[in-house]
């Protein structure tokens, strides 16, 4: 069994976060529970646990600042015989990564699986919100950010996928359908998601629900 490792991070302690929403998977097996504080901006605490593509935990925080900018995302993810960590932070020069891998998540059952973190951080040159794989809560950021969307707006997201923490550069776009409303679309994929009063996700079709 392999150990790879480039620099280990560790989640920063998060005091007590006044909210939380609970978010039961549809495709499998899993959830993801979430404890925040929105009040200024975003400070998030979050599990993510799933059956596929193979079993895994990611334990997450994020931060925004006040305008709902992404500034900070940290990860562990893990599964039986392996683990890896993920630490991103974005400034004005744009976004730092650094990463640390133990085990072996090709023999886990991700032949295919690509290194975490970013190959070539300079393509997320023009991503200010991160996208966690199969997360509800990370499509809240662009929409609180850019406010009320009178037609659709594209964006770039530094897209974490799930469970390798590989962060690729992806195009995004929103498109409001009505109070509540808003479709999702990501190359061919599309998704009409349904939303709170305050743009968090209740239902995702095939993916989630609360």
């Known amino acids: 069994m392999s150990t790879r490792q480039v620099t280990a991070t560790r989640p920063q ?30 400070t998030a605490r979050g599990v993510a646990v799933a059956a596929g593509p193979v079993q ?19 990860a562990i993810a893990e599964g039986g015989g392996w683990l890896r960590r993920l630490h991103m932070t974005r400034t004005d020069e744009g976004w ?58 594209t964006i770039v997201a530094a897209w974490i996928l799930l469970p390798s923490l590989t962060v690729i550069a992806n195009t995004q776009t929103y498109t409001p359908l009505g109070p509540g409303r808003v479709r999702y679309a990501s190359g061919s994929f599309t998704a009409d998601l349904e939303l ?4 968090y996700v209740l239902r995702y079709p095939g993916l989630a629900v609360r």
Not at 56 to 74: I, S
């Open 96 to 153: 730092r990564t650094t990463t640390a891998e133990h085990g072996d998540l090709a023999a886990a059952g991700l032949p295919n699986a690509l290194p975490p973190g970013a190959e070539d951080p300079d393509r997320l040159a023009e991503a200010v919100d991160i996208d966690l794989y199969n997360s509800p809560l990370t499509n809240t950021l662009p929409l609180r950010r850019l406010g009320p969307l009178d037609g659709t707006v």
């Open 13 to 42: 302690t998060v005091g007590v976060l006044p909210r939380s929403l609970l978010w039961q998977r549809t495709d499998v097996h899993g959830a993801e529970h979430v404890l925040f504080d929105d009040r200024r901006g975003l």
């Open 196 to 199: 709170d009063e305050h743009g």
């Open 56 to 74: 895994y935990t990611c334990r997450y925080e994020l931060d925004t600042d006040d305008g709902w900018a992404t500034t900070r995302f940290e």
